[in-house]
């Protein structure tokens, strides 16, 4: 309230210094000697349009200032805070002074938004709308909170009606580019990035976005070696590649081959999966395994997995959720083992994330009976430094159980604890490193020292 008061304030003191001055000269034309001729009333009317052109030019310089509207910089400094409940109460304030002001629910509708409140900012949005449709920064807001929710068709007709309104603003082209890239419709997206570049030859969302679109990557070839050093064996020694492609954004396809080599003897296997992207966040993965076992690998293998993601808030400790289940079935010489295994991956502020999993084994072998066998497992991965397009991650994990299927061959009753630990360097968008290490306690004092490098290439 006391905000509201500002600019009447200023009026009133120029209008009362106004009143002083014509008083002033009224009292001064008579002692003087001035009579009311020509000459008096021309000065008159001269001293008058100076007050009136003072008065107009103190409003003009009042407005520029922002003390006409001072409620906007209350809200701009908090939202830099990121404090964005007293940003929210500042506006609900003003709107309750009032209620029709418009410039008051766009402000709300964008402070929703850059809260994470994505749903009432949509519909604090679409109410705007209602009453004022010709608005195109109401429609780009609406389409951004669109994208955000990933309602990506939503958000391309949302800035379609934005561009009717207003065709010749860059932004809104970029802002389309964006969408239309999302939908996977790369090619309308080059066109909408190159319009919005020759509306503004200086936009650098037009430049990077243009870039993004000049070869993605759509496939990524990994080479990996794995060493197993136990404390009553010999060392285990696997090595493998794989090629991951992305042929649409809705399928892609893993084929990979290893080698292993078991107490000297040598095996081999081919793999390959499909995998389905579904509406809603969801994807669906079918495979399946078969290759020279030697006795010392599973002969075939059979494999599918579920995949299932929510983006819960961007503001919130919980960013996001995805859960997944799968069941793999392994058949060795003399053994059948079928795994089911279930995961719940937490997104955290920062890159953080926290993934708990379970599995159970219902194990099988030539004259015993069929059992099942649990373990668990917890990981963290977190962010360590980033220089330029190299980033530095790392993670933590521990591992419990009465079977340990970590590895595809392990069969056998032993109960274990496993602690490990990487590192993942991404020395650009097309490379990256990783390299995990883990040491396992087995039941009759037996140990596993694991050992793994991978580096993988995006072209």
């Known amino acids: 309230?006391?905000?509201?008061?500002?600019?009447?304030?200023?009026?009133?003191?120029?209008?009362?210094?106004?009143?002083?001055?014509?008083?002033?000269?009224?009292?001064?034309?008579?002692?003087?000697?001035?009579?009311?001729?020509?000459?008096?009333?021309?000065?008159?009317?001269?001293?008058?349009?100076?007050?009136l052109l003072s008065l107009l030019a103190l409003i003009i310089s009042s407005l520029a200032c922002g003390q006409g509207l001072p409620w906007q910089a209350d809200v701009r400094r908090h939202c830099e805070k990121s404090d964005w409940v007293d940003a929210l109460h500042i506006l609900d304030q003003q709107q309750g002074l009032a209620p029709g002001d418009l410039e008051v629910r766009g402000w709300r509708a964008r402070v929703l938004a850059w809260s994470g409140r994505l749903p009432e900012a949509e519909h604090e949005y679409l109410a705007i709308l209602e009453i004022s449709p010709k608005d195109p920064d109401h429609w780009a807001g609406l389409a951004g909170v669109y994208a955000r929710e990933g309602k990506n068709q939503k958000a391309l007709e949302a800035l379609d009606a934005a561009l009717r309104l207003d065709p010749k603003r860059g932004d809104l082209h970029a802002a389309r580019a964006r969408a239309l890239r999302a939908l996977g419709k790369n090619r309308e997206a080059r066109v909408e990035f190159r319009a919005a570049l020759s509306l503004d030859p200086v936009s650098t969302d037009a430049r990077v976005g243009l870039l993004s679109l000049r070869g993605e990557p759509k496939q990524e070839l990994r080479f990996g070696n794995e060493e197993d050093f136990f404390n009553f064996t010999d060392a285990n020694q696997d090595g493998w590649v794989s090629l991951a492609s992305q042929w649409t954004p809705r399928w892609s396809t893993r084929i990979a081959g290893s080698f292993y080599r078991r107490g000297g003897v040598d095996a081999g296997k081919f793999l390959g999966s499909v995998t389905a992207r579904l509406p809603n966040r969801l994807a669906l993965t079918a495979g399946g395994a078969a290759g020279h076992d030697n006795a010392v690998i599973p002969k075939s293998e059979a494999f599918f997995d579920l995949d299932r993601g929510w983006k819960i808030s961007e503001s919130n400790l919980v960013r996001g959720l995805e859960v997944d289940y799968g069941q793999h079935w392994y058949w060795y010489q003399g053994a059948h083992i079928l795994a089911l295994n279930g995961s719940a991956t937490i997104y955290l502020p920062a890159d953080w994330t926290l993934s708990l999993g379970a599995l159970g084994a219902r194990s099988g072998f030539s004259g015993t009976g069929v059992e099942w066998r649990p373990s668990g497992t917890a990981r963290?991965?977190?962010?360590?430094?980033?220089?330029?397009?190299?980033?530095?991650?790392?993670?933590?994990?521990?591992?419990?159980?009465?079977?340990?299927?970590?590895?595809?061959?392990?069969?056998?009753?032993?109960?274990?604890?496993?602690?490990?630990?990487?590192?993942?360097?991404?020395?650009?968008?097309?490379?990256?490193?990783?390299?995990?290490?883990s040491y396992q306690r087995r039941t009759r004092n037996r140990t596993d020292t694991y050992l793994g490098f991978t580096y993988g290439i995006h072209f």
């Not at 009447?8 to 003087?32: D, G, N, T, Y």
């Not at 220089?387 to 009465?402: C, D, I, V």
Request: aromatic residues 8%; positive net charge.
């Open 380 to 437: 963290l991965a977190f962010p360590l430094a980033s220089w330029r397009e190299t980033r530095l991650s790392g993670n933590t994990f521990f591992a419990a159980g009465t079977e340990n299927f970590a590895g595809v061959d392990q069969i056998g009753a032993f109960a274990s604890q496993t602690y490990g630990g990487g590192l993942r360097l991404q020395l650009s968008p097309r490379q990256d490193i990783t390299c995990t290490s």
């Open 1 to 51: 309230m006391e905000h509201a008061l500002r600019l009447p304030s200023v009026l009133e003191r120029i209008l009362q210094h106004m009143a002083h001055r014509v008083v002033c000269l009224s009292k001064f034309a008579p002692q003087a000697g001035i009579r009311s001729n020509g000459s008096a009333q021309a000065r008159s009317k001269r001293l008058l349009c100076g007050c």
